[in-house]
């Protein structure tokens, strides 16, 4: 079993950044596969940013890329989004899942724990 805790979320104003973390207990951390998906109001659940067990190697979502970055801390199996330049259309519940396998990094499927999320409300 592996036990995902988001935190870092709130309201901020456009333009500011944020720094969402998700500590993560159970199974070994470093053996995980971590990524960030988002929800916002009526919409599906989607990609943000993904990291592979050494943290060597990272994806991003199209509509993040050169705002966001994902990092991961295996000392303290803690990964992390840092959020930039935030956006209104940032605004969603942001949830940290992992996966024990080599996802497909926009498959939700593919992703075998999740956290119950943390909200980012991004103001104009």
């Known amino acids: 079993q592996v036990q995902l805790v988001e935190s870092g979320g709130g309201l901020v104003q456009a333009g500011d950044s944020l720094r969402l973390s998700c500590a993560a207990s159970g199974r070994t951390f470093s053996r995980q596969v971590m990524g960030w998906f988002r929800q916002a109001p009526g919409k599906e659940r989607e990609f943000v940013a993904g990291i592979t067990r050494s943290g060597t190697s990272t994806a991003y979502a199209d509509s993040v890329k050169g705002r966001f970055t994902i990092s991961r801390d295996i000392g303290t199996n803690t990964v992390y989004l840092q959020m930039k330049s935030l956006l209104p259309q940032d605004t969603a519940v942001y949830y940290c899942?992992?996966?024990?396998?080599?996802?497909?990094?926009?498959?939700?499927?593919?992703?075998?724990?999740w956290g119950r999320g943390t909200q980012v409300t991004v103001s104009s």
């Open positions: 899942a992992a996966a024990l396998g080599i996802p497909d990094w926009s498959r939700r499927d593919d992703y075998d724990y």
